[in-house]
């Protein structure tokens, strides 16, 4: 008996990259840049937001999109906090965000007047690598806790990284991690990411990502003028 050998997960990749593709170029022609924020749940990243992102609301204009399960627990402390335009995302379950269902957000998102969006993906070291989202940068984030071989252990994730950030440096007297073994484990999958050692609380680190980031953000500005 003939039958056919349906690659499912290849087309489905290949088709969210299509989209991702798409939104990119939407959001290059009303020149906003697209942030993507991924780690494990119980890292930093709300918080790391809540120190970083009033920094760059000096020059740009920001909207966030919290991507959660359920709840809307981030979305609220984000908008209550920094007054902020916030949309929150429920998955239903999905463990990660496709770059449809950010488009599906965008829609009803006032990109016109906006500079900056920045996305907090499911927290997940797996699967939110896996799909491009449509962002231009992505940026991992990595708390002490969690220790320095996650890069040995989660690959793709340090793979896809623009930048990665150590958090909480105030845990350091508690748990054991070593720096050097860190940058040399995410060179090992990623020899261009920038590394940080960041603690959002103290505030310690947030100017050098500050800098880093703004830089990225300002060449591609340059580049839409060409």
Not at 29 to 56: D, Q
Not at 93 to 108: K, N
Not at 185 to 195: E, F, G, I, L, P
Request: hydrophobic share 45%; glycine share 4%.
């Amino acid at each position: 008996m003939d039958f056919n050998v349906v690659k499912v997960k290849e087309d489905v990749i290949r088709r969210n990259d299509d989209t991702a593709d798409r939104l990119r170029s939407r959001l290059a022609e009303k020149r906003v840049f697209f942030l993507n924020l991924m780690a494990s749940p119980g890292s930093g990243k709300t918080t790391l937001l809540l120190s970083l992102l009033p920094r760059l609301a000096r020059k740009y204009r920001i909207g966030v999109l919290e991507a959660d399960i359920d709840s809307a627990v981030d979305a609220e402390t984000i908008s209550q906090k920094l007054g902020l335009q916030t949309l929150q995302i429920h998955t239903s379950g999905a463990c990660h965000l496709t770059a449809q269902m950010v488009e599906d957000a965008l829609s009803v998102f006032d990109t016109d007047n906006l500079d900056l969006i920045v996305l907090e993906n499911i927290g997940n070291l797996v699967c939110p690598a896996e799909f491009d989202t449509g962002a231009n940068m992505n940026l991992v984030l990595l708390s002490v806790p969690e220790g320095d071989d996650k890069p040995l252990k989660y690959p793709l994730m340090f793979e896809v990284a623009n930048m990665v950030a150590v958090t909480k440096l105030d845990t350091l007297e508690v748990f054991d991690f070593d720096f050097e073994q860190f940058e040399k484990n995410v060179a090992k999958r990623n020899s261009s990411a920038q590394v940080f050692k960041v603690c959002s609380l103290s505030g310690e680190g947030i100017d050098a990502l500050e800098s880093a980031f703004d830089k990225k953000m300002s060449d591609y500005f340059a580049a839409l003028k060409k």
